[in-house]
């Protein structure tokens, strides 16, 4: 079990009424690895996430996580395997960031159950971690968007999943701050051997910092590889339609005819 992929996705495809989004797109993601996924905007990157939570089911295909269909698995058992951070982060809600990280061990609590000082502290050393434990006691509603991603990312990881399912989670945060969280969410891969599937649109962090490249066209898959196999001209070429320099010595791209 342990070589096996943690979570597979087999042909699916997806449609919203008459819109086909995704189309026969086969996905493994594997054990304690950074999978990063890119394409062009409604290339179908978040409907694939949605599929890979279990929030959407395929028309066509499954997604099985460790060899189970994904839609056998009950909600509760899914939530302590697989945490998703959507897009959508709007808290229309006052709780206070610690609250809401401390919802993370819904999954793994009884009702009415209390916090631990064990668990407590565990959220204390994940918020120093993502440099939030100083809004602890703020409202969610009263904090920077940046710093709301870091809170919700937070609350994720307190959820301590086998699978970490990310959608821009890192997209509101400055440069040094977006480092910062790339380096934390590695060292946790390479510590725990949690898997993370990340969907991004900063393409340096993702030859930076992931073990392996999907790229989406059309709703389908286009490209599958490493960062240093997928770094050429013709993978611009071909999935963002742009011309590109590859600065190989320096580590970045400069594109034109954009």
């Given amino acids: 079990m342990l070589n096996s992929p943690l979570l597979e996705a087999k042909n699916v495809s997806f449609s919203y009424g008459k819109d086909k989004v995704l189309s026969d ?15 062009m ?7 694939l996430l949605s599929l890979l939570s279990g929030h959407l ?3 066509k295909g499954a997604v099985f996580l460790n060899g189970r269909n994904l839609n056998s698995i009950s909600v509760r058992e899914r939530a302590r ?18 609250e809401l990280v401390l919802m993370g061990l819904h999954p793994h609590s009884e009702r009415f159950e209390t916090v631990s000082d064990e668990q407590l502290e565990k959220a204390r050393e994940i918020m120093e971690s993502t440099d939030v434990w100083r809004f ?3 409202p969610i509603t009263e904090i920077s968007g940046g710093e709301r991603q870091r809170v919700v990312l937070s609350r994720a990881l307190m959820q301590n999943p086998s699978l970490l399912l990310l959608d821009e989670a890192v997209s509101e945060l400055d440069i040094a701050a977006k480092i910062s969280m790339m380096k934390l969410l590695l060292q946790q891969v390479r510590k725990t051997g949690m898997s993370v599937v990340s ?13 392996r490249v999907a790229a989406l066209k059309l709703g389908s898959l286009a490209e599958n590889g490493t960062p240093e ?7 611009f070429k071909d999935v963002f339609s742009v011309d590109a320099e590859i600065l190989s010595n320096k580590g970045f ?6």
């Fill in 25 to 39: 797109v086969s996905l493994v993601v594997n054990r304690g690895e950074y999978l990063s996924i890119v394409g």
């Fill in 41 to 47: 905007n409604g290339s179908g990157k978040t409907t």
């Fill in 57 to 59: 089911r395929p028309d």
């Fill in 81 to 98: 395997q697989i945490a998703l951070v959507s897009q959508s982060r709007q808290m229309n809600f006052p709780f206070t960031c610690l």
């Fill in 136 to 138: 602890a006691d703020k």
């Fill in 199 to 211: 969907i991004h649109h900063d393409l340096t962090t993702v030859f930076r910092f992931s073990d």
């Fill in 229 to 235: 196999k997928l770094m050429t001209k013709e993978f």
């Fill in 253 to 258: 791209i400069v594109c034109d005819n954009i």
